[in-house]
């Protein structure tokens, strides 16, 4: 918890009396779920409440002849069993592409499949009952005729020739390419002193969020609207989506989020299974619920990271960086995943390769392949882990071969804090980073000296420490260049409405949402900074597109920089009509007023002049009072998005302390640091524990975790007893610093930092078990998840 | 396939509760299904991520993995009797304070389990923390503040213990 001692001086546009920003507020909505009074979706009953199984795909690739649905049909307490061919006529098929991304394609998907089922887990058909048990029984009664189709699997040979075209319509199997060249990269590599050239492998993997995804879906035929209960990132959206496909005006659709049992991206995506819950509530005129149990998550759930990446790097004697590049393989599922597509991953990837470091020359080539796997999308830190992981471990190899402290070769190579604003050799444009900041910083918090002496001085006695590091970069706050321009209705602004009730506490309804990140803290926090109130007497409401401002939802590390920046703007607006009115009760001029602490205050000595509940019970119940023509607006609602920069990007630098057993090929994580920049810190303890659980994230992802498939396409171990996840017992404590660049694009200044910890934590252990393994003559591990075998067979002990 | 029920008597958050429940029902699925007690959650079914454990005759337990027919007899508590009876207040304002939950659907579980530990008296070390919170899966928070809250209560449990010594 080193952080006070990293907060910013004084913000002067923040600096009102008693606010909130910098300070760990505890989040208000804690209380509830301590206590278990949370409301997931997978808690939501209504009443005529079906709910819904789906009889799944057993085979990759499978055309289907026939299904048989008379004995299911029969079973107790079924109330419909609905194919695919029959859902289609409730909700039209949609097609996930953006056309930002040039080339992208991909093939119409069904809520339930048609004729074809493209991998194992698609959904063929429903059976709706009145308890999940019923539906679960009857499923076992549908018979369906499948003739096997052959599966592609391999992303290596998807393109070939002699490859089956999964989609006959697109041509090929290719998804999407692209391919970027900057400087002359040639050159830079034939006349640098050395060059490393190696493989980069990691395993497909997903977002296990705790709750499963879950929906409740209720058309009412008398007001033909439809509210749907989902546990999702993005309830607009969402709204958009349902209205869209069913048919409806988006202002017959109600998209409610309550409690949402984790998302880390996975709930953002458009899933066919909750589309056609949404249909099947349409069709059948009642709620239906479906909540997926823990093998439909690992069939079902967005995939990510499957990507494979030659790499090379070249450098001279002196550290300094000559070239990058990259070809990534990346294979994403049958279908480009609607509405954000499957091409993002591998882009940001190419866009980020690099990012940290002046260096100039940079070749990449990334292509997205279809295959018979469940699908691959944008699951936290979209590309990040992959470019970092790249990037840092050529830096290191790269150091390594020339002899060079890792630390060092950073410093000869990251771009200078002085040299902002600067655009990277792939073109993004940094407003203000801090690399070398940072990395001091982190220097000095980790005691670097200390424990490399300590590491020398334990291989003299037989134990293996390694120490690994990644800088990194991180895409926050994104404005329309991410989706909007690609034409998909996924909101880049977002806002916030404060009101003032009748006792003088603040209602705020904001736009984005909370799936535990504390963006309700962080919302409160801000209102009751601008307005001038304590933040016991402000209530946040999201997740709700009847009574929410339009907005984006939480994704992308966008809640506390965009949506906090709507909540700030909409406090000082609230801030200023209440002071008007005020101003016309007191006989004083509303710039000789303030609020302080919910009271209404003389701002040059702060004496009191007019309580809020006063001022509301006046407004409210007595406006004969008030002088004639005042005409009081107790409610402003403001929205923002970033106009100057496409992006907020964030930087920092992350390090690994670990213990490699040579004989067993078990790693100890020892200690885990994270020096990270992400503008204003509105809450300390928030932005900490954002990056410690994307530490971890990004731990499992280099040691455990990996969605493992056979050539036939069938996932292997699809539970959670064989997908292994971090547990308490083998993660270490993780040591967090910051230093603060604010964003001038904002009043605020807050960029995102939702994502910083799993963007580095891969490169960093990989580096460190590296780095253990050196000295024993390791070949570089590069394949991840580093699993005891792997490391063996590095050593040569296997 | 037809569900073969059986008549079940137990005591769940000091309440007598008799039921006709199907043999095949988990205990977690009774108790969010039939009694409505929608705290304990439902991870993996299969007794691995821990978001169902309840308190079953003073013993924690998976409620994915025990039957209710075979809890026939027995004293259950979940979080919401452990709530209201105020058992669990320090810890939960432990965790709270220190943010040891993000979206809190494996907290019912995670302060079960502690209180677990915590009951064993003493201020076991943070591995001893780690390890035996081990079956108890979080995704948002990295453990890092599980670890402390739970720490932090047990330092102040056993100074409030050794203060009470005449």
Known sequence: MKISDDSPPVLTALDRPNSYIGRSVPRPNLHRLTQGRGQYVSDVTLPRMAHVAYVRSPHAHAEIKSIATNAAKKAPGVIAVVTGAELAKVMTPWVGVLTHLKGLKSAPQYPIAVERACWQGEAVCAIVARTRAQAEDAAELIDIAYRPLPAVTDAETALDAATPTIHASLGDNLCFERKLEVGAPDKAFAEADAVVETTFVFGRHTGVTTEPRAVVADWNEGERRLTVYQATQAPHMMQNLFAKHLDLAEHQVRVLTKDVGGSFGIKVHTYADEMATVALSKLLKRPVKFVADRIESFVTDIHARDHRIKAKIGVNKDGSIAAFEIDDLTGIGPYSVYPRTSGIEANQVVNLIGGPYTCGNYRARARVVFQNKNVMCQYRAVGHPIAVAVTEGLVELAAAKIGMDPLEIRRRNLIADEAYPYTSAAGLKFEKLSHHESLAHLDSLMNYAALRAEQKKLREKGVYRGLGFASFIEVTNPSAAFYGVGGARISSQDGATVKLDAQGALIVASGVSEQGQGAESVIAQCVASAFGIGIDRVRVTMGDTDNTPYGGGTWASRAAGIGGEAAWQAGKALRANVLAVAASVLQAKPEALDIRSGVVVDAANGAERLPLEELARIVYFRPDTLPAGIQPELIATRHYVPRAWPFAFTNGVQASYLEVDPDTGFVKLLKHWCVEDCGTIINPQLVDEQIRGGVVQGIGAALFEQCLYDERGQMLNGNMADYLVPMAAEMPDIECGHVVSPTADSELGAKGAGEAGTAGAPACVMNAINDALRPLGAQPLTDMPFTPGKILRALGKV | ?166
């Open chain 2, 1 to 166: 396939m037809t569900a073969q029920s059986l008549d079940i008597s137990l005591t769940v958050n000091g309440d007598a509760v008799s039921d006709r429940v199907e043999a095949r029902k988990t205990l977690v699925d009774f108790l969010r299904e039939d009694l409505a007690l929608t705290g304990s959650h439902v991870g993996c079914e299969h007794g691995v991520c821990g978001a169902c454990t309840v308190r079953v005759d003073g013993e924690i337990v998976r409620g994915c993995l025990m039957l209710a027919v075979q809890c026939d007899g027995a004293t259950v508590q979940t979080i919401e009797g452990l709530s209201d009876s105020g058992e669990l207040a320090d810890l939960q304002a432990a965790f709270e304070q220190r943010n040891a939950l993000q979206c809190g659907y494996c907290t019912p579980g995670m302060l079960a389990a502690a209180q677990d530990l915590l009951r064993k008296g003493g201020v076991p070390s943070r591995d001893a923390i780690r390890e035996h919170i081990s079956g108890n899966y979080c995704r948002c928070t990295g453990y890092h503040a599980i670890v402390d809250a739970i720490e932090a209560v047990a330092q102040e449990r056993t100074k409030v213990r050794a203060g009470d010594k005449p």
